[in-house]
């Protein structure tokens, strides 16, 4: 799957003219090459490409990590305000020049493997400068604000991470990320100032996102982490599931991690139970007491990987059999077996592809998919 599905695609995905990757492609096959290139993308196909070159000892990988590496940091880094954009133009101009939170947290995570991979120590600068802005702009007294100017003031619009007609203050998604980055520049550096933002992260998870008595993170909330909505998102528990516990893990704090690993089974049962259809997939979410059972491309594969970590955990087999099945069910349903392409974003009530959205785009990456691949080949779940 990695090698003669995935990795192939981002590899025709180059730009060798105007640098990093191209932007989009629709369901049709034809490639956009003037359409903008997401940052959040760029810095994901980054991340993507620096950890199959290390996974595979592959020159060509490494090389494609560098490639990608030149654009994110000569193009993307905004060297005036710090921090990057959210989008630039097919030829590497600032085009939407805003901060998000969630994009500086995938530059961070990008930028620490690629650290890894190659040990440049301007690379490194690099994440922890933008580590020390979501640290500086970001955090308040409770929790991490979102969205903002070029210049790093506020802009109460946080309608790209929100959702149901919300216009959320802050959110799960973006705080799951921000963790996610801060424990990739972790296992990069060992830096204790990043471990004590990370302990502090567990603990507004723990004590404001996560809900015990539902079994299931709550999703978007008002300046004070009131949850806005009845929603169970599916997908992101399962992920944080297995995500949350890993970044707990390399603090080697056996408390804590006891109480991540608790809040991590219940989630992911919550989901096996009200979510997984033996058929071989999980449901998106569920909004009030309805159930919206589409199934995507990385809802799916964060599933393998929850339910997989659970079995490691439990030893119970529902867990081995529901990843099983929905491993299979995407290599039968998801995989577009169409040349140049790569995965399908979501499959219909019929199992027949849905074409109504595209291959690659500013959110469709190799993140969820490629790295599913890679902790399978590496034995981690």
Same mark, same amino acid.
């Given at each position: 799957?990695?090698?003669?599905?995935?990795?192939?695609?981002?590899?025709?995905?180059?730009?060798?003219?105007?640098?990093?990757?191209?932007?989009?492609?629709?369901?049709?096959?034809?490639?956009?090459?003037?359409?903008?290139?997401?940052?959040?993308?760029?810095?994901?196909?980054?991340?993507?490409?620096?950890?199959?070159?290390?996974?595979?000892?592959?020159?060509?990988?490494?090389?494609?990590?560098?490639?990608?590496?030149?654009?994110?940091?000569?193009?993307?880094?905004?060297?005036?305000?710090?921090?990057?954009?959210?989008?630039?133009?097919?030829?590497?101009?600032?085009?939407?020049?805003?901060?998000?939170?969630?994009?500086?947290?995938?530059?961070?995570?990008?930028?620490?493997?690629?650290?890894?991979?190659?040990?440049?120590?301007?690379?490194?600068?690099?994440?922890?400068?933008?580590?020390?802005?979501?640290?500086?702009?970001?955090?308040?007294?409770?929790?991490?604000?979102?969205?903002?100017?070029?210049?790093?003031?506020?802009?109460?619009?946080?309608?790209?991470?929100?959702?149901?007609?919300?216009?959320?203050?802050?959110?799960?998604?973006?705080?799951?990320?921000?963790?996610?980055?801060?424990?990739?520049?972790?296992?990069?550096?060992?830096?204790?100032?990043?471990? #004590?933002?990370? @302990?502090? +992260?567990?603990?507004?998870?723990? &004590? %404001?996102?996560?809900?015990? =008595?539902?079994?299931?993170?709550?999703?978007?909330?008002?300046?004070?982490?009131?949850?806005?909505?009845?929603?169970?998102?599916?997908?992101?528990?399962?992920?944080?599931?297995?995500?949350?516990?890993?970044?707990?893990?390399?603090?080697?704090?056996?408390?804590?991690?006891?109480?991540?690993?608790?809040?991590?089974?219940?989630?992911?049962?919550?989901?096996?139970?009200?979510?997984?259809?033996?058929?071989?997939?999980?449901?998106?979410?569920?909004?009030?007491?309805?159930?919206?059972?589409?199934?995507?491309?990385?809802?799916?594969?964060?599933?393998?990987?929850?339910?997989?970590?659970?079995?490691?955990?439990?030893?119970?087999?529902?867990?081995?059999?529901?990843?099983? #099945?929905?491993? @299979?069910? +995407?290599?039968?349903?998801?995989? &577009? %077996?169409?040349?140049?392409? =790569?995965?399908?974003?979501?499959?219909?009530?019929?199992?027949?592809?849905?074409?109504?959205?595209?291959?690659?785009?500013?959110?469709?990456?190799?993140?969820?998919?490629?790295?599913?691949?890679?902790?399978?080949?590496?034995?981690?779940?």
């Amino acid at each position: 799957m990695l090698r003669c599905v995935i990795l192939p695609f981002w590899h025709s995905m180059r730009d060798d003219r105007n640098g990093g990757f191209f932007g989009y492609i629709g369901s049709d096959l034809v490639r956009d090459e003037s359409s903008d290139k997401g940052v959040i993308l760029m810095s994901r196909i980054l991340w993507f490409f620096s950890e199959t070159a290390m996974l595979l000892q592959s020159e060509k990988e490494r090389n494609a990590a560098e490639h990608a590496y030149r654009f994110l940091s000569e193009r993307a880094i905004d060297r005036e305000h710090g921090g990057v954009y959210w989008s630039l133009s097919y030829d590497g101009k600032p085009s939407d020049t805003s901060k998000h939170a969630y994009c500086q947290a995938f530059a961070v995570y990008a930028l620490s493997s690629y650290y890894r991979l190659t040990g440049d120590e301007k690379a490194l600068g690099e994440a922890f400068s933008i580590y020390s802005l979501l640290e500086s702009s970001c955090r308040d007294g409770i929790g991490y604000l979102e969205n903002f100017h070029c210049d790093w003031t506020p802009d109460p619009d946080n309608s790209r991470l929100s959702g149901h007609g919300v216009n959320a203050y802050r959110t799960m998604n973006t705080l799951l990320h921000i963790f996610e980055a801060y424990s990739g520049l972790y296992q990069a550096t060992g830096s204790q100032e990043v471990a #004590s933002s990370m @302990r502090r +992260i567990l603990g507004i998870y723990l &004590d %404001r996102v996560y809900s015990p =008595e539902k079994r299931r993170e709550e999703v978007f909330f008002d300046r004070n982490y009131v949850s806005l909505l009845d929603i169970t998102s599916y997908g992101h528990d399962i992920e944080s599931s297995w995500l949350i516990e890993w970044g707990a893990s390399l603090l080697e704090d056996a408390e804590l991690s006891s109480r991540v690993s608790a809040a991590s089974s219940a989630m992911a049962w919550n989901v096996y139970e009200e979510a997984y259809d033996a058929r071989g997939f999980i449901a998106n979410e569920k909004y009030g007491d309805n159930i919206d059972r589409s199934r995507i491309w990385w809802v799916e594969a964060e599933a393998v990987e929850g339910f997989l970590n659970e079995y490691r955990k439990s030893g119970n087999e529902k867990c081995k059999e529901a990843a099983v #099945s929905i491993w @299979r069910y +995407i290599k039968e349903h998801f995989v &577009d %077996r169409r040349n140049g392409s =790569e995965w399908f974003w979501a499959v219909g009530d019929g199992d027949e592809p849905v074409y109504s959205y595209p291959i690659a785009d500013p959110w469709k990456c190799p993140y969820h998919n490629g790295r599913l691949c890679m902790n399978l080949m590496r034995g981690e779940l």
